[in-house]
Nanobody
Framework: QLQLVESGGGVVQPGGSLRLSCAAS????????MGWFRQAPGKEREGVSC????????SYEYSVKGRFTISRDNAKNMLYLQMNSLKPEDTATYYC?????????????????WGQGTQVTVSS
């Protein structure tokens, strides 16, 4: 069984940067497409970014395009999200998720495993 644990969240000023990490255990990430999602209080969960099992394909939600970068290291069983030029609207709990397969999907109901989330707050 796959377990996912996010880390790297915190409080940052607008324009700052954070690097989120997702550590996997129990199974190899090489068999999973991976995604980052976020949810603010009272708002719908939204897909932020996804990456295929080999890392050959990536996709980004329009509002983070050019600011965020998703990456993975299958040898280390790790997933990352580099977040630059952060805005207050990026404030949310961020979750990593794994989809058994080889594709990149923004649909949260297609993912099989989820981490516990890490809080990102962007405020002056």
């Amino acid at each position: 069984q796959l377990q996912l644990v996010e880390s790297g969240g915190g409080v940052v000023q607008p324009g700052g940067s954070l690097r989120l990490s997702c550590a996997a255990s129990g199974s190899s990430l090489r068999n999973y497409g991976m995604g980052w999602f976020r949810q603010a209080p009272g708002k719908e969960r939204e897909g932020v970014s996804c990456i295929s099992s080999t890392g050959s394909s990536t996709s980004y939600e329009y509002s983070v395009k050019g600011r965020f970068t998703i990456s993975r290291d299958n040898a280390k069983n790790m997933l990352y999200l580099q977040m630059n030029s952060l805005k207050p609207e990026d404030t949310a709990t961020y979750y990593c998720a794994a989809d058994y397969g080889h594709y990149c999907s923004s649909a949260y109901d297609e993912y099989d495993y989820w981490g516990q989330g890490t809080q990102v707050t962007v405020s002056s």
